[in-house]
């Protein structure tokens, strides 16, 4: 168990609809990121937030929005869904926003979208 | 910029045999390296990881890899594969600056043969 808690693991979604994915990072970390994992693409980094603030953003599809909350969790928005975006959704924590030595990140369990 | 290279997709070995996973990187800037693993159905969990100081690193369940600068690898050795060592494992790369510059490779997905 990583520490890293990531809601819902599965999702069934009809295209156009709009979900919400939730992740609460490990205790004490303040980064928290967001990937994408399909067949097609492999493991792509969508955004960065670090106590609250964006630090960087990937491949990430202006449907899509992200933010964290002043208890550090964090909530992905995916809208205006769309066949292609099925993949599973990892979000992931640690203590800095630096790859320090002591910077390890740490991966939820990812949460699986159907769209359907 | 930065890319990493894992040669061979899918992998097989028997109980017991080495396991040798490759991975070739690019970077224009001194990288961290890193091997994640990841089970069916579960994230990924950190092996191992290269920052500074020795290039031979130590991770859990017996995996180890070597950095060699001049021939821009990081490959992933375990002396003998057990079935529990069955799963995905993932080789990336990142600027020391920003660790959420990482760049994945594309998997190389390890299979056990009794």
């Known amino acids: 168990d990583s520490g890293v808690t990531q809601t819902p693991k599965h999702l069934i979604t009809a295209t156009g609809q709009r979900v919400t994915l939730r992740c609460s990072p490990r205790?004490?970390?303040?980064?928290v990121y967001w990937y994408q994992q399909s067949l097609d693409q492999g493991l792509q980094f969508l955004i960065h937030?670090?106590?609250?603030?964006?630090?960087a953003k990937g491949n990430i599809l202006e449907r899509f929005s992200a933010q964290q909350f002043p208890d550090l969790h964090s909530e992905l928005n995916l809208s205006s869904l769309e066949l292609g975006d099925s993949a599973l959704y990892f979000c992931?924590?640690?203590?800095?926003?630096?790859?320090?030595?002591?910077?390890?990140?740490?991966f939820g369990e990812g949460s699986w979208l159907t769209v359907v | 910029a930065q890319s990493v290279t894992q040669l061979g997709s899918h992998v097989s070995v028997s109980e017991g045999a080495l396991v040798l996973l490759r991975c070739n990187y690019s970077?224009?800037?001194?990288?961290?390296l890193f091997w994640y693993v990841q089970y069916p159905n579960q994230g990924l969990q950190l092996l191992l990881k290269?920052?500074?100081?020795?290039?031979l690193v130590k991770g859990i369940n017996g995996f180890e890899a070597e950095f060699k600068k001049s021939e821009t690898s990081f490959h992933l050795t375990k002396p003998s594969a057990h079935m529990s060592d069955a799963a995905e494992y993932f080789c990336?790369?990142?600027?020391?600056?920003?660790?959420?510059?990482?760049?994945f490779g594309s998997g190389t997905r390890l299979s056990i043969r009794p």
């Open positions: 205790s004490g970390d303040l980064s």
């Open positions: 937030y670090y106590n609250g603030e964006e630090r």
């Open positions: 970077s224009s800037v001194p990288p961290y």
């Open positions: 990336a790369v990142s600027p020391y600056s920003s660790a959420s510059k990482i760049i």
């Open positions: 992931a924590s640690s203590v800095s926003f630096t790859a320090t030595a002591r910077n390890t990140i740490y």
């Open positions: 290269y920052t500074t100081g020795a290039t």
